[in-house]
């Protein structure tokens, strides 16, 4: 027997929960999906749904997503071609200085950690998912955007390093991502470093290899938290995408105030602010934010028509109210439950929670609104 292990995978059903036939017309032929989207993209798909004890619902949609996912890889490879950032074997990622790279040495340490231990126990799904969240979350949003200054700016040893730091983690990512994507990785592992020996013979990351910094984490973490809380408070409050709003961190710790001093210049670039001061109290007519107990003001007045985004906002929870309540009578209904397929059941508990989280969300800030 040429295997050690045989791992038995459930059912792989139709979208709707349906078992595949000629008859029902629901068959998906893998080699169609695979002429279209790439083997990989279907390797990767099954993987991320083959949760134990759970049957795959397969659909073309989540193929077409995850080829998706390997394009985003594909262009974080340019991006480090592109920024001269070449794999250097010599590279020792103890040595990097920038917080920027500590973080995300930090952070790839942790995805590898928990990738290993999913493989290991065939939780393949858990292993696919947290790969996936670290490359396209992680590494190809946050720290793509977060590591242009350096590559562009002046200071040569932070770029120098920060190429080196990039290249490494990639390669790293590409030898975590082989068991899923082996295709892909295994053409990015030769053509961005010209390498001798295969992908596939490579050793597996090892937890030694990514030293932890969790002062760099949860620097570089807060920072992203800042950015998304504003991100969000502009998109609720409907605030253009051009404009750029002034930020008050209100009476901040002197932690807190030492950060801002040092990510000023990001914070601002990618939260789209005209300015970052500081002030003992939120003024009127200011949307206030809250962010690890920190309390941060965007002054909107002049910016948008409050009166205006409050009767918007008002429409928005009533339409959300009038949704829910008519889920809750649909499932309220004996019969619907009893003879309704599975399947719509749960669609419509699940939109029942999607239209719950956005009218609570909007009454956030209804309410924000109107104490500005």
Known sequence: VPFKDVYIHALVLDEKGQKMSKSKGNVIDPLTLIDKYGADALRFTLAAMAAQGRNIRLSEARVEGYRNFG??????????????????????????????????IHEAGLAAAYATAALES???NDAAGA????VWNVFCDWHLELS??????????????????????????????HPFMPFVTEELWTETARRDTALIVADWPKPTEFPANDKAAEEINWM???????RSARAEMNVPAGARIPMIAVAPDASVSL???LHRELVARLARLERISVAAGAPKGAVQVVHEGEVYALPLAGIIDIAAEKARLAKEIDKCAKEIDAIDKKMANPNFVERAPVEIVEENRERRAAFSERRDKLSAALTQIGEA
């Open 71 to 104: 394009t985003k890889l594909w262009n974080e490879a340019r991006f480090c071609e592109m920024n001269g950032c070449v794999f250097d074997p010599a590279f020792d990622p103890k040595s990097a200085r920038e917080t920027i790279n500590q973080w995300i």
């Open 259 to 261: 950060r801002l001093d």
């Open 122 to 124: 065939y939780r393949f």
């Open 224 to 230: 992203i938290g800042l950015i998304m809380a504003i």
């Open 148 to 177: 242009k200054p350096i590559l562009s700016g002046p200071d040569g040893a932070a770029k120098a390093e920060t190429q080196k730091a990039t290249a490494w983690v990639l390669s790293q990512a590409l030898k975590l991502l």
């Open 131 to 134: 790969l996936y969240k670290f």
